[in-house]
Structure formats: C-alpha cells, structure tokens
C-alpha cells in the first residue's frame, strides 16, 4: 500500500494536474466516478507499472523476511551412568556457576570399589616392608652359609696338607667327603644369594607395580565416584527441573532436567531468507529486525554469515529411494545476525520471534569510477528504495503490539 501512494504522486496525481489545470476538467463535473478510467488512464496504468516495479526492486535487492529466531540450545542435566538420586542441591530456576553440585547419585558400589583399593595398597605396603625384612634375612644367611663355607674350605685345605705330608695321617675318603660339604656349603651360597637377587626384585619390581596397580584402581573407583555427583558443566539456571530423592536417572531416556547456559540466544539471531535472495545475501549486509518481546524497537543488525547450502535439500540415507515431491516446503536460506552495537540484543527474550529486514549497499561501486552514467544511476535507485522497506519496518513495529494482542486474539 505503501509503494502504491508513493507510486501515485509520480503518475496519477500529475495526471490529474494536468487535466484539472491544463484542460480544465474537475472532480465531480468531467472528472466523475464512471469517467475516472477515461481520463486517467495514463496515471493508473504507470502507477500499476511502476508499483509492481518498485516492490520487485525493494523485496529483491532488500529482502525481508518474518523467519527470525534467537536460537539457544540448553544443556541436559544427566549423568554419564544410571543410578538413584541420593541427595539434591540445586531447585528449580536456581542460577548455578560452572562446576556447582546438582545432585548426588548412591555410591555404595562407588565407596566399596575404593575401600577396596585402598586396602589393597595397604596390603602392598605391608608386603613391601616385610620383602625390606626378607632382604636383610637373606644377608644374614648369605653371611652365614660363606662362614660355613669357609669353614669347611679350611677344614679340607688342613686335610690335603697333612695327606700331602703323610698319606697315612688322613683318610682319602675323609678328603672327598670333605670336597663335598665344600661344594654343599658353595650351593647353599649361591642358593643365598639367589633368594636375596628374588627378594629385591620383588621389592623394586613387583611390589611397586602392584602398588601402582592398586593406586590406578583407587583413582578409577575415584573418578566414578565423583561422577556420582553431578555438577553443572557451564554457568546458567536450572529449568525442568524436578527431580526426586529416590528418583532413576538414566543418561538416554530419562534426564533430570536441561540447564540453559548464561548468554544463550543473546549473541546473535538466525533468519530464514527466500531462496531467490540467494544472490543478493552478502557477509557484511546492514539490516534491521524489531522482534515480539521487544516491540516499538528496531535494533541495527549486521549479516556475519550467509550458509552456503538450504536444508530442505537435506537427506538421511535409508532403505528407501528419496522422492524429491516429499519436499512440500521451499527451503530457505539461513542467515546469521549480530548486532551493530555491543548490548542491541539486550531485552530480546531468547527464542523470541521477530522481523528483519537486509538491505544492499552499493557505496564502495559508486565510489569507484569503473561504472557508466546509467549504471550509477540504476545503482542510486537501488539504494535509495531501501527507505521504503525501511518505512515499512517502523510501521510494522508499530502495528505489531496492535496486531498481537488486539486483532491476535491474545
């Protein structure tokens, strides 16, 4: 409606100065109901021709659209196993910072897998000061069994130089049994000495990594036991939240509720443009959005991303053939929007529905002295019609609280 009274003050409203001044003919007297066609004939159908001309130029080269959402995504409140809620911390709507207690799972299982760690590093501990007590009987007994071998190396060497004096003193078999106490009293040392090469690497080999293992099972029964209590992973409130002391929670089907994170859906809003504004939607774009939960508000946008590829086109493989007539929608092109200024998205509610419109800049081509007369002149129209959807804008701002709670029905 618009475009057409401003298309009428450059067609229709000459027209009519021309017949009311120039041939003198006036409203009510030539000029009449029946006879408006007639003589204005020329106004009306440049009118037409040139509102259906500005409106293509306007919604083409400043695409609007109402898909404008500020998306947010929350974070569900669940734990990484199933278990029954022993004790809560947190209630419903509490603000929560990173890190916090929410609630407590049992951890009886948890408690008895870390009892029995602990004593099982205790048992090594033990083993290890008694293998520091095997190390000192094992010297003992070495020292003890060359003392003997010595003794009988004596004895023999005393034996072999009387019968090396006189061969009837001693007896050859005494020398042989001697010989072998020798040799026993020899095995017995490197028996000794093997026992204490076994003790000590028991003590600095098995015993430490039997610790280690015992230690590696503490940490484990550790980490699940601090899993029974969950916490929130990021800073936000806490919504949906109604769990109870004995409740089941299972971390596939059965939540204890979603924990919408601080700063969600403020930072930027995502607009679905039509498909035939493809080539029109550039980074960098200036545009304007006024939204439900903020009305009488324009808020200044930028375009800070334009996705390369529309999700009505999207497929899941199956068993199946995909019929391209199942795509009953057009899809559109995503866009995304950040405010110009820090703070614009302040009192916009997350999720909250708005309008948005883009608008195409050509300053820097006009500024370059690369285009002809009538490019220049075409490219001035084109952004000098961008007023218009401008206009529009302000008006549906204005009209948005009337239409939604008057003519809405709310």
Known sequence: MLELLLCSLLTIFPDYLYRRYAQGKRIGKEITLFSVWFELRWG???????????????????????????FFRTVPITSEKNGRVAEIYARLSDHVEKGAPIFRLDSSQQD??????RRRIAETEAAIVVAQSDVLAADAQIQQTKAAHQQALEELQTKEELNRR???????????RLKNVVDGRQAAIDAATAGKQAVEAKLSTLLPAQKASAEAALAEAQVDLDKTVIRAGV??????????????????????????????????LVAGFGQIEAQVMRVGMVAEVTCVSTPWTIIPMVVVGVQDY????????????????????PGTILTYLEPLYEGGLEGVTPGSSCVANAYTSNHELLASKDIGFISRISLHLVDAVGIVHAMLLRIQALLLPIQTLVFGGH
Not at 166 to 176: F, H, K, L, M
Request: aromatic letters at 6%.
């Open 166 to 176: 006189n061969a009837d003193i001693v007896a050859r078999r005494e020398i042989e």
């Open 235 to 268: 800073s936000g409130r806490i919504e949906q939240f109604a769990l109870q002391v004995g409740d089941i929670v299972n971390p596939i089907t059965r939540s204890a509720g979603i924990l919408i994170p601080d700063g969600a859906g403020r930072r930027a």
């Open 44 to 70: 009306i159908v440049s009118c037409l021709m040139l509102t259906v001309a500005l409106i293509t130029v306007i919604f083409y080269y400043h695409p609007t659209t109402s898909n404008v959402t500020a």
């Open 310 to 329: 529309i999700a009505a086109g999207q497929f899941r493989g199956g068993e199946q053939l995909v019929d391209v007539q199942a795509v009953t929608r």
């Open 112 to 117: 008895a897998a870390a009892e029995s760690a």
